[in-house]
């Protein structure tokens, strides 16, 4: 049974570029989360997501970052028109449907990297 | 944003208890306890949740007050694998799938 799935692991872009950032949630998990660590701090709620529906977007960037969770594929966080204080390591989490209580399973997250 | 306080770092012998603290004063009747780890270079990785009464799973035990004000997350046995960022959470009934993580606890393993 694998775990969440995160690619690329390590992406670099340059200044203006987008970058996309995949996750295939746990087999049977249909909540999606994802969540940004900046170098030295703590990790911060970006958004969660449920096949199709963005369910808590509190976390997200007004500007720039956009996430989906098709029917069919993984979950997608874009951010268009990258800058350096976009690098930080991003890392997606998954959880069943109908959980009495929320336990997330984490990837290995996508290291992103603005030159 | 985080609602929880805890040491910024702690330092176990291998094969010794670590006993974690972490005071959630603000915490309300419906807010769960969750603990999760990071090891460096790692996603976070769920270790143990609880509401009101004391858990035991096979990674560690989480020991609630009376009060439910603070709790300790007790790893009976520090092995050099345990190092780790150690991150206290309230789920808050009414943000449910937000995991809000402080600056956690590190904890060191000497052997």
């Known amino acids: 049974n694998a775990g969440v799935m995160q690619n690329p692991r390590h992406l670099v872009r340059r200044r203006g570029q987008e970058a996309r950032l995949r996750c295939s949630p746990m087999k049977g998990h249909s909540h999606v989360y994802w969540y940004r660590q900046l170098p030295e701090e703590g990790l911060k709620f970006m958004v969660y997501?449920?096949?199709?529906?963005?369910?808590?977007e509190s976390g997200m960037p007004k500007e720039r970052f956009s996430a989906e969770f098709p029917k069919e594929g993984p979950s997608i966080l874009r951010i268009q028109q990258v800058v350096r204080g976009d690098s930080a390591a991003y890392f997606c989490?998954?959880?069943?449907?109908?959980?009495?209580?929320?336990?997330?399973?984490f990837g290995p997250g996508t290291r992103l990297t603005v030159l | 944003d985080a609602k929880t306080t805890q040491p910024n770092s702690m330092e176990s012998n291998e094969e010794e208890p670590v006993h974690l603290p972490c005071n959630h004063s603000t915490i309300s009747g419906t807010d769960y306890i969750h603990w999760y780890r990071q090891l460096p270079s790692q996603g976070p990785e769920y270790v143990i949740h609880g509401l009101t009464s004391n858990v035991n799973n096979r990674m560690a035990s989480l020991a609630i007050a009376e009060d439910r004000k603070s709790s300790t997350l007790i790893l009976h046995r520090a092995t050099l694998r345990d190092a780790a960022v150690y991150y206290c959470i309230l789920e808050e009934s009414d943000s449910w799938g937000k995991l809000q993580f402080g600056a956690g606890t590190q904890v060191v393993v000497t052997p």
């Open positions: 989490a998954s959880s069943p449907p109908l959980a009495r209580v929320n336990e997330q399973f």
């Open positions: 997501l449920q096949k199709e529906n963005i369910i808590d």
